[in-house]
């Protein structure tokens, strides 16, 4: 079984910034992509960002494109997920996720999940 921990959320002013780590542990497994998703009280889960084992394939959700970046360090079996310029609206719950394979923006194709870390905006 994998298990995920997230950490780096906490209270920010809108446009500052927060980097997200998510830290794997247990039957990890080379080729594993690894997914952020967020929720927002009230709404359905949304994909976040999306990044493959290698490193070299990313997906970003189109609402945040060009206020993220998505990383991994395989060595350390942790993804990260920079935001940048944040916004009252960007305030949820986020969560990793991690699957055999391609990644995906999907959230029922990932069968690991962590606990999640509160992220909220200041306006």
């Known amino acids: 079984q994998v298990q995920l921990v997230e950490s780096g959320g906490g209270l920010v002013q809108a446009g500052g910034s927060l980097r997200l780590s998510c830290a794997a542990s247990g039957r990890t497994y080379r080729g594993y992509a690894m997914g952020w998703f967020r929720q927002a009280p009230g709404k359905e889960r949304e994909f976040v960002a999306a990044i493959a084992w290698s490193g070299g394939i990313t997906d970003y959700a189109d609402s945040m494109k060009g206020r993220l970046t998505i990383s991994r360090d395989n060595a350390k079996n942790t993804a990260y997920l920079h935001m940048n310029s944040l916004k009252s609206e960007d305030t949820a719950v986020y969560y990793c996720?991690?699957?055999?394979?391609?990644?995906?923006?999907?959230?029922?194709?990932?069968?690991?999940w962590g606990q999640g870390t509160q992220v909220t905006v200041s306006s």
């Open positions: 996720a991690t699957r055999p394979g391609a990644p995906s923006s999907y959230a029922s194709l990932y069968p690991h």
